[in-house]
T-cell receptor, first 116, second 115 residues
Framework: KAGVTQTPRYLIKTRGQQVTLSCSPI?????VSWYQQTPGQGLQFLFE???????NKGNFPGRFSGRQFSNSRSEMNVSTLELGDSALYLC???????????????FGPGTRLTVL | AQSVAQPEDQVNVAEGNPLTVKCTYS??????LFWYVQYPNRGLQFLLK??????LVKGSYGFEAEFNKSQTSFHLKKPSALVSDSALYFC?????????????FGDGTTLTVKP
């Protein structure tokens, strides 16, 4: 079974630009989550989607948005990029079941975003 | 609210020695606990989880973790460390009210195993 895939793997942008990252979950998984990983802040939760509905949102500004499609693929968008947005953005997929806290999350390799 | 603490930023052990990476948690109900490992420039790989039952959980690559409810801990252990175990380790927690898609992670512990 194929794992979680994320594209692109690396991205370089300049301040003020916008960026869209893509995540394809494990086949059959309906839950997709996004995390931001930085050396200073660790792993911070961005959003969680289940069957195209946003279930939870972390404490990030409105410049960060996301969506999930009917095939469970997800995208996240960051508008008006700032230097502090440089990070590894990780996508995780889990479960075919709704509200299943015991199910394992499986992570993709991440997208390394560098903002210059 | 739930939280996780990994009190050690760095753990150093010699190859062949036992290793322990510490994790303590706080949740309002019963905890669901997870350990992940991250190699450089890679995503997180699932190692093991505790849901219920036996307090000693066995996982991938010879790792195990011991759940201790009274001490609210879930320490990761391995009897004999390998140089290839050197990586960043994360503990994560959820409770019954948390969706599968949202975990609270610790800040990570860098494990270095020296030959």
């Amino acid at each position: 079974k194929a794992g979680v895939t994320q594209t692109p793997r690396y991205l370089i942008k300049t301040r003020g630009q916008q960026v869209t990252l893509s995540c394809s979950p494990i086949s059959g998984h309906r839950s997709v989550s996004w995390y931001q990983q930085t050396p200073g802040q660790g792993l911070q939760f961005l959003f969680e989607y289940f069957s195209e509905t946003q279930r939870n949102k972390g404490n990030f500004p409105g410049r960060f948005s996301g969506r999930q499609f009917s095939n469970s693929r997800s995208e996240m968008n960051v508008s008006t990029l700032e230097l502090g947005d440089s990070a590894l953005y990780l996508c995780a997929s889990s479960t075919t079941r709704d509200r299943a806290p015991t199910d394992t999350q499986y992570f993709g390799p991440g997208t390394r975003l560098t903002v210059l | 609210a739930q939280s996780v603490a990994q009190p050690e930023d760095q753990v150093n052990v010699a190859e062949g020695n036992p290793l322990t990476v510490k994790c303590t948690y706080s949740v309002s109900g019963n905890p669901y606990l997870f350990w992940y490992v991250q190699y450089p420039n890679r995503g997180l790989q699932f190692l093991l989880k505790y849901i219920t039952g036996d307090n000693l959980v066995k996982g991938s690559y010879g790792f195990e973790a011991e759940f201790n409810k009274s001490q609210t801990s879930f320490h990761l252990k391995k009897p004999s460390a390998l140089v290839s175990d050197s990586a960043l380790y994360f503990c994560a927690v959820r409770d019954i009210n948390t969706n599968a898609g949202k975990s609270t992670f610790g800040d990570g512990t860098t494990l270095t195993v020296k030959p």
